[in-house]
C-alpha cells in the first residue's frame, strides 16, 4: 500500500535560517512519482517540484533543493536563508504509475518563519 | 492562462441542506479531480474524471456525493443533506498527459464548506 509520512507537524525557524523538511514514502511499485506543494494560508495547493523513481539526481532551484534518496525511500526539501514568505504547509505527495489517478498526500508540515 | 477555477470560495450551511461546488479546470487539462482536506490533514481523494467519464471514486464518496463532468469541460460536486462531518476544504486539481507535465496535478484555491 501505498503511505506518505511526514513526522514534522511543525517547525519554527529564526528568518534567514536553512531549515529541512522531512518526507518518508511507501510503495511496492518500481515507477513512481513524488511531489513537493506548498500551501499558503490563502489555501491554494502550489506545485513545487515532481520527480520521477528514474531520477535520483537532486536538484537546487534558487533558495529552494531536494534531496531524493531511494535507499532510505525519503524526499527531503530544504529551504536556504528562510523568509517569512516561506511560512506555509508543506505537503509531500506521491502518485504510482499503475495508481496515477491518485495523489497520497501526507498529512503536512507547517513551517513558521519568524523575523 | 488561468489557473484552476472554483467556487464558491466558501460556503456556510445550514445541516441537511444541500450544495453545489464548481470547478473549471486549466482549459487544456483533460483529467480533473476532487480532494477534500481538514484542518490538520493532507487532501484525500474523492473522485477522478478523463474527459466526461467519472472513472474512479473513492469510498470517502459516500452516496450523498455526486459529481459530474457533463461535457468534459467544468465539474460539479454536489453534497445532499449536508452533515456537520461535511465541513472542510473541496479541492479541484486538474492535469493533462503531456511529456512536459507528466502526472503533475494542479489545484484551485479550494472551497470551504461549513455545515452549521
Known amino acids: 500500500a501505498q503511505k506518505v509520512t511526514q513526522a514534522q507537524t511543525e517547525i519554527s525557524v529564526v528568518e534567514k535560517e536553512d531549515v529541512t523538511l522531512d518526507c518518508v514514502y511507501e510503495?511496492?511499485?518500481?515507477?513512481?512519482?513524488l511531489f513537493w506543494y506548498k500551501q499558503p494560508p490563502s489555501g491554494e495547493l502550489v506545485f513545487l517540484i515532481r520527480?520521477?523513481?528514474?531520477?535520483?539526481q537532486n536538484e537546487i532551484s534558487g533558495r529552494y533543493s531536494w534531496n531524493f534518496q531511494k535507499s532510505t525511500s525519503s524526499f527531503n526539501f530544504t529551504i536556504t536563508a528562510s523568509q517569512v514568505v516561506d511560512s506555509a504547509v508543506y505537503f509531500c505527495?506521491?502518485?504510482?504509475?499503475?495508481?496515477?489517478?491518485?495523489?497520497?498526500f501526507g498529512t503536512g508540515t507547517s513551517l513558521t518563519v519568524i523575523p | 492562462d488561468t489557473g484552476v477555477s472554483q467556487n464558491p470560495r466558501h460556503k456556510i450551511t445550514k445541516r441537511g441542506q444541500n450544495v453545489t461546488f464548481r470547478c473549471d479546470p486549466i482549459?487544456?487539462?483533460?483529467?480533473l479531480y476532487w480532494y477534500r482536506q481538514t484542518l490538520g490533514q493532507g487532501p484525500e481523494f474523492l473522485t477522478y474524471?478523463?474527459?466526461?467519464?467519472?472513472?474512479?471514486k473513492s469510498r470517502l464518496l459516500s452516496d450523498r456525493f455526486s459529481a459530474e463532468r457533463p461535457k468534459g469541460s467544468f465539474s460539479t460536486l454536489e453534497i445532499q443533506r449536508t452533515e456537520q462531518g461535511d465541513s472542510a476544504m473541496y479541492l479541484c486539481?486538474?492535469?493533462?498527459?503531456?511529456?512536459?507535465?507528466?502526472?503533475?496535478?494542479?489545484f484551485g484555491e479550494g472551497s470551504w464548506l461549513t455545515v452549521v
Open positions: 510503495t511496492r511499485d518500481t515507477t513512481y512519482y
Open positions: 486539481a486538474s492535469s493533462s498527459r503531456t511529456v512536459s507535465s507528466g502526472n503533475t496535478i494542479y
Open positions: 482549459s487544456e487539462h483533460n483529467r
Open positions: 474524471f478523463q474527459n466526461e467519464a467519472q472513472l474512479e
Open positions: 505527495a506521491l502518485s504510482d504509475e499503475n495508481t496515477g489517478n491518485q495523489f497520497y
Open positions: 520527480r520521477n523513481s528514474f531520477d535520483e
